[in-house]
């Protein structure tokens, strides 16, 4: 692993549709976070511009990730349309395998992934969503340690992914999506290198 | 120790499941000659427990002993670990783009020679027979498609897909810039749609082991597109190696849109040729 494997990654997921929560989410994270934020937002397999419009949103470099590229605080990485995105050591891996949950990218397989390579130090943020892809990856996430937020159904533009994760994920925080952002800042300082007492 | 995690020590399941798998690589390797121990760990991980449960098993060590006993379950894992999604034209504008800037310096060469490596089922391959075809090039070009698994080289052989995909096929075709009718190119039957035979005639599909074998010829193009990504950091640069010495001053590597020559050491040794499409010339 290399030493960029020290810094917190905070993981998003959400699906069609998401663009606006995301773009609450950036805006609301201080730009001066220690973390590396990676967005699976289901998405067709054709080219779109995703990135130019998230980049409107934060001051963060915003870009598809590739294969094997170091996992970077202070980057926005998005998992390209068609492949799921994973994360191996520290950085990212991509494969063509079989959808999960009809979807790939899949939430699912990248909170899996990265909660093998980061352990406690990932934080697992749900939101709005058709279906319940990142369910089982924010549960995963929990079981090694690491933070889990997930967007208030009632304040989401479509519940299902935020339903299903909450059933399956005990202990992860509710909030709004204004807050999202500040919950997600709470729990990135609680597990930054300076703060974590560990070598 | 691999570098599968450095949290181990304060998570043993973490640490057995990375010994485990270790000794199951090991053991593929010393009973079958398959070297997966420098693939991608994070993506292997994830293949190798989803065969751990089509087999009904509940460990990674209960599938260790069932592949060192049965040799059928290793045909399952081997083809597990083959299979790559692929279909006819798929990033239409690789294609487009191969049209347009690698076609017009592979006319002047008198004999083309074009290594696809990791071809898998020949989706790809006969996708470019049908352009070098379409382009006038495919009499003078011979194709090397070569892969790890000769049950899948098999099956690239008999060129015929399944019916159902001949729609996307069709799209992919005319979004790549295809002007011909996609059907003009197969007909269909009880087994499916058979590509023309004319196709096969000056391709070879061929085992080769990426991460054990060398080099076999010089080529102008290499094309591994979406292979590499199941490699480890280091498998990759031996590859990169192997296909520096395959190629032909200023021929032609392509690789998956999502790969890069970034992280290898040979990434001064070519000029990007399209940046977006990930084809690049070796100038060195």
């Given at each position: 692993m290399t030493s960029d494997g020290d810094h917190p990654v905070v993981a998003i997921g959400c699906s069609w549709g998401g663009l606006q929560a995301l773009s609450v989410v950036l805006e609301g994270l201080?730009?001066?976070?220690a973390a590396a934020v990676v967005i699976v937002q289901h998405r067709a397999h054709a080219p779109s511009s995703l990135a130019s419009l998230l980049a409107d949103h934060t001051p963060w470099p915003v870009c598809e990730a590739e294969d094997k590229e170091p996992i970077s605080p202070g980057h926005v990485y998005l998992a390209p349309p068609g492949y799921h995105l994973l994360a191996d050591g520290g950085r990212f891996a991509l494969s063509t395998e079989a959808p999960v949950s009809h979807s790939r990218p899949s939430v699912d397989v990248l909170f899996e992934s990265l909660a093998q390579s980061f352990g406690r130090r990932v934080i697992g943020v749900i939101l709005t969503g058709?279906?319940?892809?990142?369910a089982a990856g924010l549960a995963e996430i929990i079981r090694h340690g690491g933070g889990a937020v997930v967007q208030s159904p009632t304040s989401a533009e479509k519940r299902a992914m935020p339903d299903a994760a909450i059933a399956s994920a005990a202990g992860a925080e509710v909030a709004s999506i204004t807050e999202v952002a500040s919950v997600v800042a709470r729990l990135v300082a609680r597990v930054a290198p300076e703060n974590s007492g560990t070598a | 120790m691999t570098a599968a995690d450095t949290a181990g020590a304060d998570r043993p399941d973490a640490e057995r499941e990375s010994i485990e798998i270790d000794l199951l690589l090991e053991g593929v390797y010393r009973r079958y000659g398959f070297d997966f121990r420098q693939y991608a760990r994070a993506s292997l991980r994830r293949r190798l427990y989803r065969r751990v449960a089509l087999e009904g098993l509940q460990t990674v060590s209960g599938l260790q002993e069932r592949l060192l006993h049965d040799p059928a379950c290793m045909e399952r894992l081997l083809l597990d670990l083959s299979i790559n999604v692929t279909a006819m034209f798929r990033d239409p504008t690789f294609f487009r783009v191969f049209r347009t800037k690698v076609v017009p310096l592979l006319r002047t060469y008198p004999f083309i020679r074009i290594w696809s490596a990791g071809c898998s089922s020949g989706e790809e391959t006969y996708s470019l027979a049908i352009v070098l075809s379409e382009e006038g090039l495919y009499d003078r070009s011979r194709i090397y498609a070569t892969d790890i698994n000769e049950a899948v080289l098999h099956q690239a052989r008999q060129a015929v897909f399944p019916l159902e995909k001949m729609q996307e096929y069709t799209e992919n075709y005319l979004a790549s810039g295809g002007t011909r009718s996609f059907s003009e190119y197969y007909t269909t039957g009880y087994e499916g749609a058979r590509f023309d035979r004319r196709l096969s005639d000056n391709i070879v599909f061929a085992r080769h082991n990426l991460a054990t074998d060398g080099s076999f010829n010089e080529f102008q193009v290499v094309i591994c597109r979406?292979?590499?990504?199941?490699?480890d950091t280091p498998l990759q640069s031996r590859v990169h190696g192997l296909f520096y010495e395959s190629l032909q001053r200023l021929g032609v590597l392509a690789l998956g849109p999502?790969?890069?020559?970034?992280?290898?050491?040979?990434?001064?040794?070519y000029q990007v040729l399209d940046l977006q499409e990930k084809l690049y010339r070796k100038v060195s």
């Open positions: 201080p730009r001066d976070l058709a279906n319940a892809d990142g | 979406n292979v590499m990504i199941y490699f999502k790969e890069s020559l970034a992280f290898t050491p040979h990434v001064n040794d």
